[in-house]
C-alpha cells in the first residue's frame, strides 16, 4: 500500500491536509480516486491507515481511519559520520541507508575531502530521504544533519553509547566481535572520504575513544562502506527476529 510522510500538523479532527509535491503524486502517478487507502506516518512515527475522502486541484483529504502498530525501524540508532564527497555519491549513499534503516546522516569536512566548500542541497536530500522511506516502508525520517567539522565530531562522541570507524587494517575485530556484549542503542560509526582518513584524524579518533573496525578483507569505496556497515548492524539485531 501507498506510504505518506507527513508533518503532525497536517492532522486535524481526524483529517489529513496534503498539499505539497504528494498531491502531484496521488492523482497523477498513483491515479487515486476517493475511498482508497493510503498509509500515513507523522514525524511523531505514528502510522495511520487512511482513505482518500477528497481530491482537489491544490490538495488532498484524508481521513484516517485506524492506528497502525507497527515498527518497521532498527531497533539501534545508527548515525554515519561521512567524509563529505561529491554530491552525486552523497546522493546514492542518503538514499540506500536511508531504505537501510539508518537513523542520522552526518557529513563531515575531512583532510581528504574532495569538496572543500559544501554546498547545502539539504531541500532535495531531504526529498530523497523522504521518497526511500516510502519506498521502504520506514516509519520515520533518517535525519540529515548540517556538515560540520572533524573537531565537531570528535566532540559529540559522548551522544552515544558506542563510536566506532572504519579501517582498512585488517588486525583490527570486526563489528560482530565489537557488539558481542553491546547493550545500548545509539551508536556512531564515522567513514572517512575518498582516500580514507589522514594519519592525524585516526591519531585524533583513537585519543577521544573511537573503536576501529575492519570491513572485510575488501577494501570499499566511500560510498560502499556506509551500506556495509548499515547491513551489518542490520542483520546482527534483527537476525533473531522470526
Same mark, same amino acid.
Given at each position: 500500500?501507498?506510504?505518506?510522510?507527513?508533518?503532525?500538523?497536517?492532522?486535524?479532527?481526524?483529517?489529513?491536509?496534503?498539499?505539497?509535491?504528494? +498531491?502531484?503524486?496521488? $492523482?497523477?502517478?498513483?491515479?487515486?480516486?476517493?475511498?482508497?487507502?493510503?498509509?500515513?506516518?507523522?514525524?511523531?512515527?505514528?502510522?495511520?491507515?487512511?482513505?482518500?475522502?477528497?481530491?482537489?486541484?491544490?490538495?488532498?483529504?484524508?481521513?484516517?481511519?485506524?492506528?497502525?502498530?507497527?515498527?518497521?525501524?532498527?531497533?539501534?540508532?545508527?548515525?554515519?559520520?561521512?567524509?563529505?564527497?561529491?554530491?552525486? $555519491?552523497?546522493?546514492? +549513499?542518503?538514499?540506500?541507508?536511508?531504505?537501510?534503516?539508518?537513523? @542520522?546522516?552526518?557529513?563531515?569536512?575531512?583532510?581528504?575531502?574532495?569538496?572543500?566548500?559544501?554546498?547545502?542541497?539539504?531541500?532535495?536530500?531531504?526529498?530523497?530521504?523522504?521518497?526511500?522511506?516510502?519506498?521502504?516502508?520506514?516509519?520515520?525520517?533518517?535525519?540529515?544533519?548540517?556538515?560540520?567539522?572533524?573537531?565537531?565530531?570528535? !566532540?559529540?562522541?559522548? @551522544?552515544?553509547?558506542?563510536?566506532?570507524?572504519?579501517?582498512?587494517?585488517? !588486525?583490527?575485530?570486526?563489528?560482530?566481535?565489537?557488539?558481542?556484549?553491546?547493550?545500548?542503542?545509539?551508536?556512531?560509526?564515522?567513514?572517512?572520504?575518498?582516500?580514507?582518513?589522514?594519519?592525524?584524524?585516526?591519531? $585524533?579518533?583513537?585519543?577521544?575513544?573511537?573503536?576501529?573496525?575492519?570491513?572485510?578483507?575488501?577494501?570499499?569505496?566511500?560510498?560502499?562502506?556506509?551500506?556495509?556497515?548499515?547491513?551489518?548492524?542490520?542483520?546482527?539485531?534483527?537476525?533473531?527476529?522470526?
Amino acid at each position: 500500500m501507498q506510504r505518506y510522510f507527513i508533518d503532525s500538523k497536517q492532522i486535524l479532527n481526524n483529517i489529513v491536509t496534503i498539499t505539497n509535491s504528494d +498531491v502531484h503524486h496521488i $492523482k497523477n502517478v498513483m491515479r487515486m480516486k476517493v475511498n482508497d487507502e493510503v498509509i500515513v506516518c507523522d514525524n511523531l512515527a505514528n502510522t495511520y491507515l487512511s482513505k482518500l475522502i477528497s481530491i482537489e486541484k491544490d490538495k488532498v483529504l484524508l481521513e484516517i481511519i485506524d492506528k497502525i502498530n507497527e515498527n518497521n525501524e532498527l531497533p539501534i540508532d545508527i548515525t554515519i559520520a561521512h567524509g563529505v564527497v561529491r554530491r552525486e $555519491k552523497t546522493e546514492e +549513499v542518503i538514499r540506500r541507508i536511508t531504505e537501510l534503516g539508518c537513523y @542520522e546522516y552526518l557529513p563531515v569536512l575531512m583532510k581528504r575531502s574532495v569538496v572543500k566548500v559544501y554546498q547545502d542541497r539539504s531541500e532535495r536530500q531531504n526529498k530523497i530521504i523522504k521518497e526511500a522511506s516510502e519506498q521502504s516502508h520506514r516509519n520515520r525520517l533518517m535525519i540529515l544533519s548540517s556538515v560540520i567539522s572533524f573537531q565537531e565530531l570528535i !566532540n559529540r562522541k559522548d @551522544e552515544f553509547d558506542l563510536c566506532l570507524y572504519a579501517h582498512f587494517n585488517k !588486525n583490527v575485530k570486526s563489528i560482530k566481535k565489537i557488539i558481542e556484549n553491546f547493550h545500548g542503542r545509539k551508536i556512531l560509526v564515522a567513514v572517512g572520504p575518498e582516500g580514507g582518513f589522514a594519519d592525524e584524524e585516526v591519531l $585524533k579518533l583513537d585519543e577521544a575513544g573511537f573503536i576501529p573496525i575492519t570491513l572485510g578483507k575488501r577494501v570499499l569505496r566511500t560510498e560502499t562502506a556506509p551500506l556495509y556497515v548499515i547491513s551489518v548492524f542490520g542483520y546482527e539485531f534483527e537476525s533473531f527476529i522470526d
